[in-house]
Nanobody
């Protein structure tokens, strides 16, 4: 079993930065990688970024490429650094445990979800 808990959401002005954290527990997480997703009001949940947990490779959607960065610490916390935020980045952000993430960023499926954290970007 894997548990994921996000921290760090909030309200920021456009152009500013925010960093989300996702702390993982459960020994089974060694078999997974970490993904970040978001869901805006009345929209589908969408992929934002993913991190090959052991290799440190980051993968990004076109909408956040160059503005968001994924990373991790030496233990059990992953991060989503969000810079140059825009009002259209407003959403609930979720971290997730991914299975089968390839080095090119494809092939993944979600096995576990975190509870989500709200990010609101004002114009």
């Amino acid at each position: 079993q894997v548990q994921l808990v996000e921290f760090g959401g909030g309200l920021v002005q456009a152009g500013n930065s925010l960093r989300l954290s996702c702390t993982v527990s459960g020994r089974a997480f060694k078999n997974f990688d970490m993904g970040w997703f978001r869901q805006a009001l009345r929209k589908e949940r969408e992929f934002v970024a993913a991190l090959n947990w052991n290799k440190g490779l980051g993968h990004y959607s076109d909408s956040v490429m160059g503005r968001f960065t994924v990373s991790r610490d030496a233990k059990n916390t992953g991060y989503l650094q969000m810079n140059s935020l825009r009002p259209e980045d407003t959403a609930i952000y979720y971290c997730a445990a991914l299975r089968d993430l390839r080095d090119d960023g494809t092939g993944w499926s979600v096995s576990y979800w975190g509870q989500g954290t709200q990010v609101t970007v004002s114009s």
